[in-house]
């Protein structure tokens, strides 16, 4: 049984910073890509940030510049979020690609004053 949990959101100010973690854990042969998705009310899923087993990452254009995913160790990543905006404001969820596709359960973000 594979489990993705997630920690780290919360509610913060316009050009604030959250960290979110991501940890994996039960049966991992082999991690391919981790990363974040986000969705919120009233949208389709989205990608935040990926990050793959060799650290070549990929970004939306929204969060280029902004958001930096790496890996603390090979089954947990983190998304450093700086200069938050109203807009990022959504539901997080972690995802992975082992031998299959995993998601944790989300953790919510909100950024308001």
């Known amino acids: 049984q594979v489990q993705l949990v997630e920690s780290g959101g919360g509610l913060v100010q316009p050009g604030g910073s959250l960290r979110l973690s991501c940890a994996a854990s039960?049966?991992?042969?082999?991690?391919?890509?981790m990363g974040w998705y986000r969705q919120a009310p009233g949208n389709e899923r989205e990608l935040v940030a990926t990050i793959t087993s060799g650290g070549n990452t990929n970004y939306a254009d929204s969060v280029k510049g902004r958001f930096t995913i790496s890996r603390d160790n090979a089954k947990t990543v983190i998304l450093q979020m700086n200069s938050l905006k109203p807009e990022d404001t959504a539901v997080y969820y972690c995802?992975?690609?082992?031998?299959?596709?995993?998601w944790g359960q989300g953790t919510q973000v909100t950024v308001s004053s």
């Open positions: 039960g049966s991992i042969f082999r991690v391919n890509v």
């Open positions: 995802y992975g690609s082992f031998t299959k596709a995993y």
